[in-house]
C-alpha cells in the first residue's frame, strides 16, 4: 500500500496502543491508519481500507468516538 498523501497529518492526532508501540489515527473520511515504531522512530503501517485490511482494537475506536 501506498504512503498516504495525508499520512503525517493523520499521526499528528494519532493515539498510542497499551503498549506504547503503536499508533493509530483517523483521517478526514474516517479511515484509520496505523504506525508503528521504537527507539524514537515512527513508520506508516498501513491503512483500513487496504487489499489486506486493518484490524483496529475497539477501545481505539472508542476513543475516536468519544466514548
Known amino acids: ?7 503525517e497529518e493523520v499521526y499528528r492526532r494519532a493515539v498510542p496502543t497499551k503498549d506504547g508501540k503503536t499508533w493509530y489515527g483517523r483521517n478526514s473520511n ?3 491508519y496505523r504506525y508503528q515504531g521504537s527507539n ?3 513508520h506508516w503501517n498501513g ?3 487496504s487489499g489486506r485490511g486493518l484490524k ?3 477501545y481505539i475506536r472508542d476513543r475516536f468516538n468519544g466514548s
Open 1 to 7: 500500500t501506498n504512503l498516504p498523501k495525508d499520512a
Open 40 to 42: 524514537g522512530r515512527v
Open 30 to 32: 474516517g479511515e484509520f
Open 47 to 49: 491503512r483500513e481500507n
Open 56 to 58: 483496529v482494537p475497539r
